[in-house]
């Protein structure tokens, strides 16, 4: 993908539609190319530039390399009153979810709490799509990730944890909901990337080169080097975490271990997702929405000026006023891709 200061707007239905075409182009069912392609758009809606279509390049070569299955369909689990499980059948873990969704929804309202684990899967996006639908259906919705081995675990000396994102989300009376996602790593790996092709340098205590040397280079970390955790040793136990709850609880792979040094082109994290769903009305948290409320209101109050999830909100109404921006030079790659 490319770097240009030129940019088009296209509405987000449009955008949807042309995703979804190169997904099925390049080797994925219709259902799937559905799925990623709302997911991918929304990120791009949304001004999430490193999980939108900034990542087309990598979902198609890890297609073409066949270290993923595009067309795989997922087997829904119900394992107890409060678990499902999905087996993603090596495909991506956004379509595991929608089929798993409405069964994990009947256990929440039935339990008050159910959770979801996900195995066998890619998860190749930004995390808080994952979790903001349950909280607009007035739940309460977490999400953990792990990804590839490339951060340093704290005090260590070679990556083993991934960005091993967290993600969250709550409703809150009379405003969207109140959601945050963000990387256990000091940076997202895919911000790295784009600040590595825009020769950008990231700031002191965010990465290692391959000599296990401080660095602000990208491009050095990108190649041989590592991430470093966020907060010290604080980042790296919820990495630690976040490892225990998306692989070794769901039963997919620590982020050290897959190898994919066969599929030349393989992007995609071959791990697990674990979500826990829990709906507040069932217990005193009946008020929980205007508790939230009440919560930002005071952050706000407190000098707190930008809320989570804020910046993506304007982005979102922008979107709808105006278009989905998308730098010009993009959107023709991705209108090639049908040819």
């Known amino acids: 993908m490319t770097n240009t200061d030129e940019v088009t707007r296209i509405a987000f239905a449009e955008l949807k539609t042309l995703l979804a075409r190169v997904f099925e182009r390049h080797g994925t069912s219709a ?65 595991a979810l929608a089929a798993a969704r409405g069964l994990l929804l009947d256990k929440v309202r039935h339990n008050g709490i159910a959770m979801l684990a996900i195995r066998n899967s890619h998860h190749f996006a930004a995390l808080w799509p994952d979790v903001e639908p349950f909280a607009r259906e007035g739940l309460v919705a977490l999400a953990f990730v792990n990804s590839m081995a490339c951060v340093v675990p704290y005090g260590g000396r070679k990556p083993l944890f991934g960005t091993n994102p967290i993600s969250f989300a709550a409703p809150r009376a009379g405003a969207d909901p109140l959601v945050f996602d963000l990387a256990t790593s000091a940076i997202a790996h895919g911000d790295v990337q784009i600040a590595a092709r825009e020769g950008q340098l990231l700031p002191e205590g965010y990465g290692v080169d391959s000599d296990g040397r401080p660095t602000c280079d990208p491009a050095a970390i990108l190649n041989g080097g590592a991430l470093l955790p966020f907060g010290g040793y604080k980042g790296s136990a919820l990495s630690m975490m976040v490892e225990l709850l998306a692989a070794a609880l769901t039963g997919g792979n620590f982020s050290f271990e897959f190898d994919w040094s066969q599929h030349p082109g393989a992007k995609t994290p071959w791990t697990g997702e674990l979500l826990i769903v829990i709906d507040p009305s069932r217990g005193a948290g009946s008020n929980f929405a205007e508790r939230t409320a009440t919560l930002v209101r005071e952050m706000a109050a407190a000098g707190q000026t930008r809320q989570p999830g804020d910046r993506r909100y304007r982005q979102r109404a922008e979107s709808a006023r105006a278009g989905v921006a998308i730098a010009s030079e993009d959107l023709a790659y991705l209108r090639g891709l049908l040819g």
Not at 51 to 59: E, L, N, S, T, W
Not at 67 to 89: F, K, M, S, T, Y
Request: with cysteine; net charge negative.
């Open 31 to 95: 259902e799937v190319a559905a799925v990623l392609a709302d997911n991918c758009a929304s990120a791009q809606r949304d001004g999430s530039e490193s999980h939108g279509v900034f990542r087309i390049p990598g979902y198609l070569s890890t297609l073409a390399s066949g270290w993923v299955d595009g067309r795989a369909v997922p087997q829904v689990e119900d394992i107890a009153p409060g678990l499902v499980a999905v087996d993603a059948g090596n495909g991506f873990a956004q379509p």
